[in-house]
Structures are given as C-alpha cells and as structure tokens.
C-alpha cells in the first residue's frame, strides 16, 4: 500500500475544503451579525463564544439555563432544532421554510432571514408563577 500517494491525495482534498470552510464560517459570522442587529441585540455578540448563545437564546425568547441542557447529548439536537424553529417563528416564518432553509440550507436561510424583508417579532411565550 502506497502511504504516500494517500497522504498527497488527502492534503491535496484539505488544501481545497479550507478555504471554503473559511469562507462559509465568515458569511455564517456576517449573517448572525446582521440578525442579531435585527432582532436588537448587539451584533458583535456573534463572534464571541457561548456568549452568541445567549444571545441567540434572548432572540427566540428562551431561559438562559436552556445553554445547560445543551450540553447534554442527544437532548442537545432536539433543543437546537426547536431553537431553529423559534427563529423562523420570530422571522414570520413557517415551519416548511424553518426546516429547509434553516435546518437543511442553513447558511442561505440565515442570510435571507439576515438581509431579507421579514422584520423581527419577538415571540411571547408564558412564564411559570412564581413559587412563594
């Protein structure tokens, strides 16, 4: 088996995936700013780490603590798909438009919610009582 053959052929694939990768986080970066802003909430929060969380937490109107159960596997996929949705909902999307474009093709559906008409609602959502 020729090793070095495979490892040419692997640095040559890396060499291309890069760049792109690079590019895609920088259009993902550019995207969530201007989403952020929309939803009025400081754009630079998207290039600052589980901080953007937060962030994006407040925009679909979910408790802080939900950054907790996402840490946990399994549960974490669940949550983040329900987080898509509530995005669409805040954007004025529907579920099908929420599935495809931010689930499927996410980086045209956040640049779309980004730099589109839709204008931001912020999502009422019932708080539990108090206990005394």
């Known amino acids: 088996m020729d090793y070095s053959s495979q490892t040419a052929d692997a640095m040559r694939a ?4 890069y760049p792109i990768t690079g590019v895609l986080a920088i259009v ?8 952020f ?11 600052i780490p589980v901080y953007n969380l937060l962030v994006f937490l ?5 408790q802080w603590w939900w950054i907790l159960l996402l840490l946990i596997p399994i549960v974490n996929i669940v949550l983040g798909i329900i987080l898509i949705f ?3 909902k ?6 099908a438009w929420s599935f495809f474009l931010l689930l499927i093709l996410n980086v ?3 640049l779309i919610l980004a ?3 839709s204008e931001y609602k912020k999502i009422e959502r019932p708080r539990a009582a108090a206990s005394a």
Request: no cysteine.
């Open 14 to 17: 890396l060499t291309i995936l």
């Open 28 to 35: 993902g970066i550019v995207a969530m700013w201007k989403l």
């Open 37 to 47: 802003l929309k939803a009025g909430q400081p754009g630079w929060a998207a290039i």
């Open 58 to 62: 407040r925009v679909v109107n979910r």
């Open 86 to 88: 509530d995005l669409g």
């Open 90 to 95: 805040s954007f004025g999307k529907g579920g």
């Open 108 to 110: 045209i559906g956040y």
């Open 115 to 117: 730099f589109g008409k």
